[in-house]
């Protein structure tokens, strides 16, 4: 197997299990709907300008 991460640095990769999800989420609770409220709002002031910039085209 050639080591295509050498270029990196990383003289032993290493093969992980893969990690499956088991979490579902309910966004009709309130919790849920507080969870996208957040999100959203971390989102708007992260991007801003980048908003502006779309709202003006």
């Given at each position: 197997m050639k080591n295509e991460l050498a270029k990196y640095g990383v003289t032993e990769p290493?093969?992980?299990?893969?990690?499956k999800p088991v979490k579902q989420l309910d966004l009709d609770t309130a919790e849920g709907q507080r969870l996208v409220h957040v999100e959203t709002q971390r989102i708007l002031l992260l991007h801003q300008n980048t908003f502006k910039r779309l709202a003006s085209l």
């Open positions: 290493i093969n992980r299990p893969k990690v």
